[in-house]
T-cell receptor, first 110, second 114 residues
Framework: QKEVEQDPGPLSVPEGAIVSLNCTYSNSAFQYFMWYRQYSRKGPELLMYTYSSGNKEDGRFTAQVDKSSKYISLFIRDSQPSDSATYLCATPGPGNQFYFGTGTSLTVIP | KAGVTQTPRYLIKTRGQQVTLSCSPISGHRSVSWYQQTPGQGLQFLFEYFSETQRNKGNFPGRFSGRQFSNSRSEMNVSTLELGDSALYLC?????????????FGSGTQLSVL
């Protein structure tokens, strides 16, 4: 079982929709989670980070962790075509090694 | 502050050749990590360097190696290339602050092995 699993999609939504992106993790010891956004032919960029204790909001983005089900979510409100990208969840493991989900490809249609 | 710089952006090699990729981290970041990204496997950890020492290594064959210089710049080398080595190779630097650690990625080197 992989440390972090993610539905690869692809996900296609109309502009203005609320998007929900999800990951599950295997180890209840994981405490700190990140969401990265990756545009085509670019490296991942850090979008948000949060702890297993709750939610974090940043503008149109909300990161949520459900410890009981080991579930991580990223919500995007009022989605824009510029949000079209691949979204990756991640958590740090031992020795500064990070575990990444395989990414969910999102397309927001104008 | 300049971001993580990786060179070259694109490489085309043939099987059996070797390749060297370069990474310059964000100024002040002493930890450099390398990841391989493929469509099927996602990002897989190769190795991490800190102060010129490899601190951690992923589950890759010995054909994959790296090093870090005193200015924190890093190189990774892949010898005897195989078709399956075709991937986006990403370098990331981090401040190694011990808490809320974050990785900052370069744009990657796209390696194609023919």
């Amino acid at each position: 079982q992989k440390e972090v699993e993610q539905d690869p999609g692809p996900l296609s939504v109309p502009e203005g929709a609320i998007v929900s992106l999800n990951c599950t993790y295997s180890n209840s010891a994981f405490q700190y989670f990140m969401w990265y956004r990756q545009y085509s032919r670019k490296g991942p960029e850090l979008l948000m980070y949060t702890y297993s204790s709750g939610n974090k909001e940043d503008g149109r983005f909300t990161a949520q962790v459900d410890k009981s089900s080991k579930y991580i979510s990223l919500f995007i409100r009022d989605s824009q075509p510029s949000d079209s990208a691949t979204y990756l969840c991640a958590t740090p493991g031992p020795g500064n090694q990070f575990y990444f989900g395989t990414g969910t490809s999102l397309t927001v249609i104008p | 502050k300049a971001g993580v710089t990786q060179t070259p952006r694109y490489l085309i090699k043939t099987r059996g050749q070797q390749v060297t990729l370069s990474c310059s981290p964000i100024s002040g970041h002493r930890s450099v990590s390398w990841y391989q990204q493929t469509p099927g496997q996602g990002l897989q950890f190769l190795f991490e360097y800190f102060s010129e020492t490899q601190r951690n290594k992923g589950n890759f064959p010995g054909r994959f190696s790296g090093r870090q210089f005193s200015n924190s710049r890093s190189e990774m080398n892949v010898s005897t290339l195989e078709l399956g080595d075709s991937a986006l190779y990403l370098c990331a630097s981090s401040p190694n602050q011990g808490f809320e650690e974050k990785l900052f990625f370069g744009s990657g080197t796209q390696l194609s092995v023919l």
